[in-house]
């Protein structure tokens, strides 16, 4: 009898859509929540800031752990070189919303995996450019009420209610919900876990 060894998946998230994501590529995995600073250094660009975060989510629950691939991402929404996180309250997704209705903006998601035996990191990105349909003052109101902005990157999600705003996007759909799947199994399956 052949005795095989599993790496264990971990993801380093609170997030329930990174967890649904995941759940989709059909392989088993744990959730331990990371509780990181999420600031960063000034002048970094868009690609740096989601890959530095997605690594410091990853670096602080494998830093908890003697074994085990650990995953960490990150999303953040750019309009006009600036960075939209989460908003602090309805008055600031209020304002995400107003500056991103009418205009194309890009979303990056940071994907980082991190061997918690070895240290061995790989990080990567990708982003997605989604354009959002005119908004009026009332629609965004109305938007706002309904709470889905509260906790996404530019206040909006693409697969709720803020489908019904989002008139378009050029790229992966995946980058936009907070886990690129594609790249998260290219990274994968560079540390053993291939998904096909
Ligand atoms: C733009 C957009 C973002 N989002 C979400 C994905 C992320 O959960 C969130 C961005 O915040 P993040 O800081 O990337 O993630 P998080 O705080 O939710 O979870 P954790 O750090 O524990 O992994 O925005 C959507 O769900 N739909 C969207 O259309």
Known sequence: MTTEKHDTLILASS??????LLQALGIPFTV????????????????????ELSLRKAREVAARLT????????????LDGHI????????????MLSMLQGREHTVYSGVALIDAASGRSEVAHSHTDVKIRPLS?????SYIATKEPMDKAG???????????????????FTVVGLPL???SKLLARFGMPIL
């Open 15 to 20: 997030s329930p859509r990174r967890r649904e």
């Open 155 to 173: 206040s909006y999600a693409i697969q709720g209610i803020g489908a019904t705003i989002v008139e378009g996007i050029t790229g992966d759909y």
């Open 137 to 141: 003052e009332a629609e965004i109101k």
């Open 67 to 78: 074994e085990g691939v650990v995953l960490g991402s990150d999303t953040i929404v750019v």
């Open 84 to 95: 939209l996180g989460k908003p602090a309250d309805e008055a600031d997704a209020f304002r």
């Open 182 to 184: 594609c790249l998260t």
């Open 32 to 51: 331990m929540t990371s509780d990181v600073d999420e600031t960063t250094a000034p002048g970094l660009s868009p690609a740096q800031v989601v890959e």
